[in-house]
């Protein structure tokens, strides 16, 4: 059990909207209190994607962050998804991620930091953090975007935990490689593992978060369970999934869609409508689940926020 229940809250199906929202007020009704996490998440052992078992996550905090957009559904945001270690296609990860096993789960880090390396098991990453719900819009680099409602919790308080010394100017990703049970990694869409980084400026922003669940429970394997990062002001291939390392280093890191495509992926990848893809416009973009294109905000809406981060840069160079 990853989350352990301060409270047994409903856990009946979620599958739109109106239902959520109910759902919603009576967590806020009924929470208070810190979460208590516990060891050993057994909460998968699947043979089809519909039977991964998703754990409520009780006393959920709404946070200041949130958007009040209106909420992509449940099925939307589970079943079209982009994790190429399970296919290239949008269905393919709700149709093949259940083969990943999840449990136990640990994270190695490690890098330019005081404390000493660890593979860090997944309960003692949690352990200390309060989860919230964080509604974020997800802009995909592709132009379509959903909204959703995350749990997780503020990167920077992980990484505060280790103590990176000065010499950390980035933090570098690795979600896990495991071929046998990502079908995706035994072809060569992409190079494996795939990797993802951050400026430390960047993945100190209270914005940036990790995230282990969606909707009130435990994340689904297509997802990216258990951990994964959400950086809501970039596109959506910064928020790199199934994370398994955590590495504090001196040099920008290359990640995997720059080292794929350099000419249209950068490091950066601010959300920016001024700044075309090489293929596409990024002026507008399609939520899923409608039918009208809407007008795609600097840094995805969150400018007031992250601005600053980005002062005096060129962002047409740093894509
Ligand atoms: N490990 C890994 N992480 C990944 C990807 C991937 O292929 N592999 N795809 C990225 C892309 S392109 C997007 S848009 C988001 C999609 O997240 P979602 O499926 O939860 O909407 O995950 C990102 N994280
Ligand atoms: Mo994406």
Redesign the pocket.
């Known amino acids: 059990m990853l989350i352990k229940r301060a409270q047994e809250i409903r856990s009946s199906e979620i599958t739109d909207e109106q239902q959520y929202h109910n759902r919603r007020q009576f967590i806020q009704q009924t929470s208070g209190g810190a979460l208590g996490l516990v060891a050993g998440a057994t909460m998968l052992s699947n043979s089809a994607a519909q039977l991964q078992a998703q754990e409520p996550i009780p006393n959920l905090q709404p946070s200041p962050f949130s958007t009040d957009e209106d909420l992509n559904s449940f099925e939307d945001?589970t079943t079209y998804?982009?994790?190429?270690?399970f296919g290239l296609q949008k269905e393919d990860?709700s149709r093949y991620a259940h083969e990943m096993t999840i449990d136990p789960w640990s994270v190695r880090v490690e890098g330019e930091m005081n404390k000493p390396a660890a593979d860090v098991p997944l309960e003692d990453i949690l352990r200390p953090h309060t989860l919230e719900e964080r509604i974020y819009r997800?802009r995909?680099?592709e132009a379509w975007s959903?909204v959703v409602p995350w749990v997780g919790f503020p990167l920077g308080d992980l990484i505060r935990r280790f103590e990176p010394t000065s010499n950390a100017k980035f933090v570098r990703f690795e979600?896990l490689h495991r071929p046998e049970e990502m079908r995706g990694q035994r072809g060569r869409s992409l190079e494996w593992p795939?990797v993802e980084g951050l400026r430390m400026d960047e993945a100190m922003h209270p914005l940036a978060i990790l995230a282990v669940g969606v909707y009130g429970k435990t994340l689904l394997n297509?997802?990216?369970a258990p951990l994964r990062l959400v950086v809501p002001w970039k596109y959506?291939?910064k928020?790199?999934?199934?994370i398994v390392k955590i590495q504090f280093v001196r040099e920008q890191p290359l990640n995997s869609w720059n080292v794929a495509i350099p000419n249209e992926y950068g490091f950066y990848s601010n959300v920016n409508p001024e700044v075309d893809h090489p293929r596409w416009s990024q002026a507008s973009e399609r939520r899923i689940g409608s039918f009208f294109r809407i007008r795609t905000a600097m840094f995805n809406g969150y400018a007031e926020q992250v601005a600053s981060l980005y002062e005096g840069m060129d962002l047409r160079r740093n894509y």
């Open positions: 945001i998804n982009n994790f190429y270690e990860p997800l995909c680099v959903m979600t795939y297509q997802q990216g959506g291939f928020s790199i999934k199934s």
